[in-house]
């Protein structure tokens, strides 16, 4: 179990050097968790929330999954989204893709990959959302750093369309909905421009009545 060791090694050290740095960092901690974000990212080993953005833990709360998707019958998902929210109070939700994203990729072949393709099936409904935009582009490259783009901003309206959110912005509660993406390439954050901050930024047909 060499790995294992070297991990506990590692955390260790990672430990000391914070409370060298800051002897009341973990003190302070643990008294309570106060985050602003919550960080809908995808679970690529490549995409950690807060070292992309260069802050220490108790700033972002944080849920990741395969392509950063958004379904409305995850449990899981959607059980972050209430607690951060309702609970939390953040005042922003960053859904954040990333170029290269192995998840997308997978959903533009045809062949099958198992179960996870269940889950894909979300990323294809995406695709043919916007399919002529998409088979535009000749550059396959290219291909897969669009569906990335529009991924996030579908999930972004995902996000938008949950009584969860509804409820909070029908009770004034103040929070925005952002889509980000991360070039793994460079390690720069793009913003896709995409901010939402109330229920009449989105389709009419999603709004549900006070």
Known sequence: MKVLKELFDSNKKWAEKVKKDNPAFFSQLSEQQDPDILWIGCADSRVPANEIVNVRPGNIFVHRNLANVVVHTDLNCLSVIQYAVEV????????????????????????????????????????????????????????????????????VANVCHTTILQNAWQAKQDITVQGWIYNINDGILKDLDICISGPDEIAHIQRLKE
């Open 88 to 155: 939390l109070k953040v005042k922003h939700i960053i859904v954040c893709g990333h170029y290269g994203c192995g998840g997308i990729r997978a959903a533009m072949e045809s062949k099958s990959h198992g179960l996870i393709d269940n889950w894909l099936r979300h990323i294809k409904d995406v695709y043919r959302f916007h399919q002529n935009q998409i088979e535009s582009i000749e550059d396959l490259d290219a291909r897969a750093d669009k569906l990335c783009e529009l991924n996030v901003m579908e999930q």
